[in-house]
């Protein structure tokens, strides 16, 4: 066996698959426990697809460990009357993370969980906020922050409007957070969450305007 036909990652066996995040072939096993871990895999790689089509067959719910705030609960049908703020919400994350090109599931979620601390405290009448410290999850949460200051404002602006509460966005803050928590593979570099975002959106959904009012199932 010539050194060319060695996984250049385990150095061990033989390489065999094409790895377009490395520009080289590596070997099965190598692609299967680094993928989305060491490497940072591009989402139209086919064995990655793959991987992402069985995990989705395979999924099992989240332990009650694994919830986020599993001591906080809401009705459903809040997710239904504030459809157009989940979509926004969505849409927020969408577009901030397609500023940074490096942002994945963890990044997101560390995001919402930030937030949605900070909306904690607001519907305690404490104001304490703490957004992360910087990269990809500080820019998510900039662009979260944003969308709800501007929906309120323009609520206000249009009068007789419902105004939007904090312990309701609180609640669809961890809404997503769930569904991230659901929906991610929980590897460092996944961006399966964000995929399942993009799905909820017309193409190129992140670079419009304004997002489309598609409720995340």
Do not use: W
Not at 8 to 32: D, M, N, Q, S, T
Not at 114 to 138: M, N, V
């Amino acid at each position: 066996m010539t050194p060319a036909t060695i996984c250049p990652i385990c150095e061990k066996r033989k390489a065999e698959r094409f790895c377009p995040a490395k520009g080289a072939l590596i070997c099965a096993v190598c692609c299967g426990t680094e993928r989305e871990v060491t490497i940072d895999c591009p989402v139209d790689c086919g064995y990655l697809i793959a991987a992402h089509r069985y995990e989705l067959q395979h999924r099992k719910p989240l332990a009650v460990s694994e919830i986020p705030f599993p001591d906080v609960e809401f009705s459903p049908d809040l997710i239904h009357e504030q459809g157009p703020v989940v979509s926004g919400l969505g849409f927020a994350i969408l577009k901030a993370a397609a500023e940074v090109h490096s942002a994945t599931d963890v990044d997101v979620l560390a995001a919402l969980q930030a937030l949605a601390e900070t909306y904690r405290t607001l519907g305690s009448g404490i104001i304490y906020e703490k957004p992360p410290a910087g990269g990809p999850p500080h820019a998510i949460y900039a662009g979260l922050v944003k969308f709800l200051e501007d929906y309120k404002n323009a609520a206000a602006e249009r009068g007789g409007a419902a105004r939007l509460k904090d312990t309701d966005v609180f609640h669809l803050l961890i809404f997503l957070l769930r569904v991230g928590r659901q929906q991610t593979n929980g590897r460092a570099r996944a961006r399966t969450f964000l995929e399942f975002l993009r799905a909820q959106f017309p193409r190129d959904a992140a670079t419009q305007q304004e997002a489309p009012r598609i409720i995340v199932p």
